[in-house]
Structures are given as C-alpha cells and as structure tokens.
C-alpha cells in the first residue's frame, strides 16, 4: 500500500527557530507539492516539483522559506526563522505527472510559540 | 476571484441515508480536473474521486458519485447509505491544466470544505 510519509507529524518549537519538514513521495511519483492548511486561508499551495526542479515556489514567503528535492525520494520544506503565523499544518502531496491524481501525505502539524 | 465554492459550512444526515455536498467552480480553461477529499478528524486528506472535464459519464467510487454538471459547473459530491465514520471535512478541488504564462502549474485549488456530521 503505497503512501506519502511526513516527519515530523507534529512540532512545536520556538519562534526564530530553524524547521525542517520531510516528505516522502510515493515511488515513481515525479511531482510532488507542498501546501498549507489554516483556518483561516484554507488549504493553499506553497511550492511545485517535477522531475525534482521546482517550477512554482510563489506561494511561499522567499525570505523564510525553502523547497527542494535533493534527491527523488525526499522533499524537504524549511523555514528559517519561524514565526507564530507559521503555525499551520503543513501537507506534501505526490503524483505522476500533472495529471495525475495527487496523494496527501499526514501531514505535519507545526506550532511556533 | 473564488474558484471553488462551497457554501455549506456544515451539514447533518441521518445513517444509512444519502447526502449531497455541494460545490461550484470557475474556470475558462475547456481541460480541468475536479476532485473530492475526505479530512476526518485524525487530519490526513483522503482522496475520494475525480471527473475530468471530458468525461461523458458521472464517476463513481464505490457508495461516492460525482453528480458533474459542466454547463452550471457544479460538481457535486453524493454519498449513498451515510455511515458514522462518514462523519470529517470534504473537499472540493479543481485543478487547471498547466500553462506557459504563469497561471496554473497543475496544482489545486480548494474549496473551504463542507463539515458533515453522520447521526446515529
């Protein structure tokens, strides 16, 4: 039963901290996409990969957050400080190509105090 | 502008009876795709099914079907015989196909969910 896996599934940690958040994409998957759930804004997309390059990283704030795919079976989302308004949960969705019907990983819950 | 509505914050059904979730889109784009997740309260997205918009016949996935209606563009998400662990957040989706200029990426887009409560 092929799955996304996140780590952590939950952080708390302090604010100006550095974050790191993992994300496993299913085997053979080639895009593979970071968004952001709150109550507030809903669920909204933070960065885009295919083939591991990343084509659409605008959602993101460029001053605190990174994307990357160092290799095709790890996506990692950084922030770097983290604020309080980071607190969010944050999922990692795969698919083959665009196409594709994309499959949530658990996602991981991040609260900054 | 909003392009997936979902204007029922919350709803109630009795089990073992059928519910419908609504949801609206908005596009100008002829190729999209349309889809529903399921968010219980353990928090993972669930995928439940897809309609593309090329597609002659309603999907189907089991007690779910997607009443898809292009011209009102509504795709409208109908569970068949309610059961308790039905009880979580839906999501309506829609995804554009990707462009050279910018917009769509393929990515997402969600509506602000349905809470639907299964009653005993």
């Known amino acids: 039963d092929a799955r996304v896996t996140q780590t952590p599934r939950h952080k708390v940690t302090e604010m100006g901290q550095e974050v790191t958040m993992r994300c496993q994409p299913i085997?053979?998957?080639?895009?593979v996409f970071w968004y952001r759930q709150t109550m507030m804004q809903g669920l909204e997309l933070l960065a885009y990969?295919?083939?591991?390059?990343?084509?659409?990283d605008s959602g993101m704030p460029k001053d605190r957050f990174s994307a990357e795919m160092p290799d095709a079976t790890l996506a990692t989302l950084k922030i770097q400080p983290s604020e309080p308004r980071d607190s969010a949960v944050y999922f990692c969705?795969?698919?083959?190509?665009?196409?594709?019907?994309?499959?949530f990983g658990p996602g991981t819950r991040l609260t900054v105090l | 502008a909003q392009k997936i509505t979902q204007t029922q914050p919350g709803m109630f059904v009795q089990e073992k009876e059928a519910v419908t979730l609504d949801c609206t889109y908005d596009t100008s784009d002829p190729s999209y795709g349309l889809f529903w997740y399921k968010q219980p309260s353990s928090g993972e997205m669930i995928f439940l099914i897809y309609?593309?918009?090329?597609?002659?016949q309603n999907a189907t996935e089991g007690r779910y079907s997607l009443n898809f209606q292009k011209a009102r563009k509504s795709a409208n998400l109908v569970i068949s015989a309610s059961q308790l662990g039905d009880s979580a957040m839906y999501f309506c989706a829609m995804r554009e196909a990707p462009t050279n200029y910018g917009g769509s990426q393929g990515n997402l887009i969600f509506g602000k969910g349905t809470k639907l409560s299964v009653k005993p």
């Open positions: 969705a795969s698919g083959f190509a665009y196409e594709d019907t994309q499959y």
């Open positions: 990969f295919r083939n591991r390059a990343p084509l659409d």
């Open positions: 085997l053979g998957h080639n895009t």
């Open positions: 309609q593309g918009s090329y597609d002659q």
